[in-house]
């Protein structure tokens, strides 16, 4: 069954520092999106991403944060100067043209800022 | 007042039991409604949708009530393997995959 990859599984990093978190959506769908989760909290939306372009994004996605689809498979997240706040479980989602409410999430990344 | 409500759990139950999921929500332009499934600290995966007329997929049942902006999930005859926390997830009119997740409630099924 085809699937959402995301690397690495776990970063750390330290505060101030850039990191990007990568993700392979499923080859056929168009619509990528990123989340986080905070340890305890709930699942946010972050991001949404389309015909190379961002269709809609959250407060939570200030200008600390870029989206990118580099060539043909990969979908990046970028924080330029991540803060203690950052720490948090990242995942990528893809969805199917005509059915872009049904996600398939990614295993996601931890990201761990100290 | 939170836009996806859910019972705050945690909810520790028999095998064999039936356990039921309340989820309320807050915006009445919502359209799109869902229950996903996730492991401890692993990505949610999609149980099912929620449709008015109620849908059913074998021992999982859930209703949705638009008046009352109320989406429930029933599991019947609990399993060991359905230890999980259940997020309940709307989307509203023209947002597509910006879902708008509940805390969750967490299911502990035990022997």
């Known amino acids: 069954e085809p699937e959402v990859t995301q690397t690495p599984s776990h970063q750390v990093t330290q505060m101030g520092q850039e990191v990007i978190l990568r993700c392979v959506p499923i080859s056929n769908h168009l619509y990528f999106y990123w989340y986080r989760q905070i340890l305890g909290q709930k699942v946010e939306f972050l991001v949404s991403f389309y015909n190379n372009e961002i269709s809609e994004k959250s407060e939570i996605f200030d200008d600390q944060f870029s989206v990118e689809r580099p060539d043909g498979s990969n979908f990046t997240l970028k924080i330029r100067s991540t803060k203690l706040e950052d720490s948090a479980m990242y995942f990528c989602?893809?969805?199917?043209?005509?059915?872009?409410?049904?996600?398939?999430f990614g295993s996601g990344t931890q990201l761990s800022v100290l | 007042r939170k836009e996806v409500e859910q019972d705050p759990g945690p909810f520790n139950v028999p095998e064999g039991a039936t356990v039921a999921f309340n989820c309320t929500y807050s915006n009445s332009a919502s359209q799109s409604f869902f229950w996903y499934r996730q492991d401890c600290r692993k990505e949610p995966k999609l149980l099912m949708s929620?449709?008015?007329s109620g849908n059913e997929d074998g021992r999982f049942t859930a209703q949705l009530n638009r008046a009352s902006q109320y989406i429930s999930l029933l599991i019947r005859d609990s399993k060991l393997s359905d230890s999980a926390t259940y997020l309940c997830?709307?989307?509203?009119?023209?947002?597509?995959?910006?879902?708008?997740f509940g805390q969750g409630t967490e299911l502990s099924v035990k022997p």
């Open positions: 989602a893809s969805s199917v043209p005509g059915t872009n409410e049904k996600l398939f």
């Open positions: 997830v709307v989307n509203k009119r023209g947002q597509g995959g910006k879902l708008i």
């Open positions: 929620v449709y008015s």
